[in-house]
């Protein structure tokens, strides 16, 4: 019986504890150019040309630009298209700057776990679960704070500098859905009625957020 019940148990097991797909090889560094094939992530190079190159960046060396949105936030990931070697690997890392009185809105990574590294400032960060309870937690240079998986979760910067941090994440593309764009700045729109019923709101209410948000 354990025979067969074990490998069975194992099988229910693995989607709960897998990310990313497991590489079937070293390295798989992303053709982000060239190739007209769609499949997950992106094709390989010919590994004989691969080099250290392809396996690392300084693009989250600077401070990004936190004035070029409506929420004083700066996010850059380490994409394959920067970093090609991270295709198939998993993981990738975000750099956000959130500037004074800034915050990234509520938000959701649908394919990563996300964990982050304070390497400057005071925030106030938290996250959602499927309860609504919220977990919430004040923290500064060197701390620690998680978001699991697809659950909706903010960052707002509560000092008086620039706060930095660096979000780590088990998917190499977690995804992001910034709640206030996707549901008043979609493309095309929601229906009024729906956005109107859903917060409790009238269709001018609607607008006035859309407009706000930059949507039509
Ligand atoms: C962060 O908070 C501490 C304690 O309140 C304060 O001393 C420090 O100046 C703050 N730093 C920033 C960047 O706001």
């Given at each position: 019986?354990?025979?067969f019940?074990?490998?069975?148990i194992?099988?229910?097991l ?9 590489s ?59 970093l090609p ?19 990234v809105?509520p938000?959701?990574?649908p394919?990563?776990?996300?964990i982050?590294?304070v ?20 923290i500064k ?9 697809a659950?909706i ?9 620039t ?13 992001a859905q910034?709640?206030?764009?996707a549901l ?7 229906p009024?009625?729906?956005l ?21």
């Open positions: 019986m354990a025979y019940v074990l490998p069975l194992m099988l229910l693995v989607p709960t504890i897998s990310s990313d797909p497991d079937l090889q070293d390295f798989c560094v992303a053709d982000t150019k060239s190739s007209t094939v769609f499949i997950n992530g992106f094709p390989c190079m010919n590994p004989n040309y691969a080099t250290a190159k392809d396996f690392t960046t300084s693009i989250l060396s600077n401070q990004g630009n936190t004035s070029g949105n409506l929420f004083g936030a700066s996010v850059v990931f380490t994409t394959p298209q920067v070697g991270i295709n198939t690997l998993g993981v990738v890392f975000a750099r956000v700057d959130v500037g004074v009185g800034g915050e809105p938000h959701t990574h394919r990563a776990s996300e982050v590294f390497l400057q400032g005071n925030l106030t960060v938290g996250f959602v679960d499927t309860t609504n309870k919220l977990f919430s937690a004040d240079t060197g701390d620690v704070f998680l978001f699991p998986k659950l979760h903010f960052v707002q910067n509560t000092g008086d500098t706060a930095s941090l660096i979000g780590a994440f088990n998917s190499q593309a977690p995804g910034i709640i206030p764009l008043f700045a979609s493309n095309p729109a929601i009024n009625e729906v109107a019923k859903a917060f409790q709101i009238n269709a001018y209410e609607v607008d006035t957020i859309r407009k706000n948000l930059g949507g039509t």
